[in-house]
C-alpha cells in the first residue's frame, strides 16, 4: 500500500516558479515510476510528467516540456515537480500518482489527493 500526500501549491504571478511535493507512505515507493498529472475546471484530466523508480527516465507532456521538471529522492520517499515560467494555462489542480511508468492514467494504482495551482496573468 502506498498513500501519497502533495504540497506546494498556490497561487503565482505568470512567469513565477512553484515547486511540488509528493511524500509517499509505503516500503513499494522505490520501486514505482511517479506520475504527475493536472484537471484544470471543466477538463479532464491531463498528464504532465512521468519518471521512473530510478529516476533516470522520465517523459513529458509537450505543454510543459523544457518549464518542469521532475525528480525524486526514494531514501526521502518523496517526488517533486520543479514549474518554471509559469503560465495562466497551467492553473489546475495537481496531483501525483505512483505506478507504472506510462502516460495513462490508468497505470497508476494509487493517487494522492492534489493541490491547486493558480497562475494569474
Known amino acids: 500500500q502506498v498513500q501519497l500526500v502533495e504540497s506546494g501549491g498556490g497561487l503565482v504571478q505568470a512567469g513565477g516558479s512553484l515547486r511540488l511535493s509528493c511524500a509517499a507512505s509505503?516500503?513499494?515507493?522505490?520501486?514505482?515510476?511517479m506520475g504527475w498529472f493536472r484537471q484544470a475546471p471543466g477538463k479532464e484530466r491531463e498528464f504532465v510528467v512521468s519518471?521512473?523508480?530510478?529516476?533516470?527516465?522520465?517523459v513529458y507532456a509537450d505543454s510543459v516540456k523544457g518549464r518542469f521538471t521532475a525528480f525524486r529522492d526514494n531514501a526521502l520517499n518523496t517526488a517533486y515537480l520543479q514549474m518554471n515560467s509559469l503560465k495562466p494555462e497551467d492553473t489546475a489542480v495537481y496531483y501525483c500518482?505512483?505506478?507504472?511508468?506510462?502516460?495513462?492514467?490508468?497505470?497508476?494504482?494509487?493517487w494522492g489527493q492534489g493541490t491547486q495551482v493558480t497562475v494569474s496573468s
Open positions: 500518482a505512483a505506478g507504472l511508468f506510462s502516460v495513462a492514467g490508468q497505470a497508476y494504482d494509487y
Open positions: 509505503g516500503r513499494t515507493f522505490s520501486s514505482r515510476a
Open positions: 519518471i521512473r523508480w530510478s529516476g533516470g527516465n522520465t
